[in-house]
T-cell receptor, first 111, second 116 residues
């Protein structure tokens, strides 16, 4: 079955450490997205990529970095520069002309 | 500036009754609208969509209404069931546009609770 896989589901990070969240899709979708969800904030766009080797900043890109070396993969690195990284992170992909398909999310907690 | 607004953070209805979730938008370039349903600790799942050339789209118990002049859309769930209890996100994009409208803009969500 095609879909989006985010791993791990739960992740703990010490302050000052970088951590990378994985997102893989086998839907052959061109575009991929990273959103962050906080209570009462809805979904806020971090980064998105429309094609391989290209990505754009979203609304809250500071403290994050991404890469898009393969169509199937869009990993997100939460760097130590992100001041409030504890959140629920959602990856999504989209085929041109259709809506988003979301992964099941990664809950990141800074300890 | 919030371009997609869901002004009710929560809604509680009785099983069997109608649930009406509302959404307002400010960007006149939006021409495609979606509703997503989200359970705790899971990713949102697509529920129903509508393009700006329509004013109504129906799928089973779910109907979305679009009022372009008022920049308002609503999701009706009839009859409501306890399993419908979740957070509902309204989202919008310039569906046929590239560039900055390639992405979806989400509202903050409305928590629907359907009581047995």
């Amino acid at each position: 079955d095609g879909g989006i896989t985010q791993s791990p589901k739960y992740l703990f990070r010490k302050e000052g450490q970088n951590v990378t969240l994985s997102c893989e899709q086998n839907l052959n979708h061109d575009a991929m997205y990273w959103y962050r969800q906080d209570p009462g904030q809805g979904l806020r766009l971090i980064y998105y990529s429309q094609i391989v080797n290209d990505f754009q900043k979203g609304d809250i890109a500071e403290g994050y970095s991404v890469s898009r070396e393969k169509k199937e993969s869009f990993p997100l690195t939460v760097t130590s520069a992100q001041k409030n990284p504890t959140a629920f992170y959602l990856c999504a992909s989209r085929k041109t002309g259709e809506g988003y398909t979301f992964g099941s999310g990664t809950r990141l907690t800074v300890v | 500036d919030q371009q997609v607004k869901q002004n009710s953070p929560s809604l509680s209805v009785q099983e069997g009754r109608i649930s009406i979730l509302n959404c307002d938008y400010t960007n006149s370039m939006f021409d495609y609208f979606l509703w997503y349903k989200k359970y705790p600790a899971e990713g949102p799942t697509f529920l129903i969509s509508i393009s700006s050339i329509k004013d109504k789209n129906e799928d089973g118990r779910f109907t979305v209404f679009l009022n372009k002049s008022a920049k308002h859309l609503s999701l009706h769930i009839v009859p409501s069931q306890p399993g419908d209890s979740a957070v509902y996100f309204c989202a919008a994009s310039g569906f046929n546009s590239g560039g900055s409208n390639y992405k979806l803009t989400f509202g903050k969500g409305t928590l629907l609770t359907v009581n047995p």
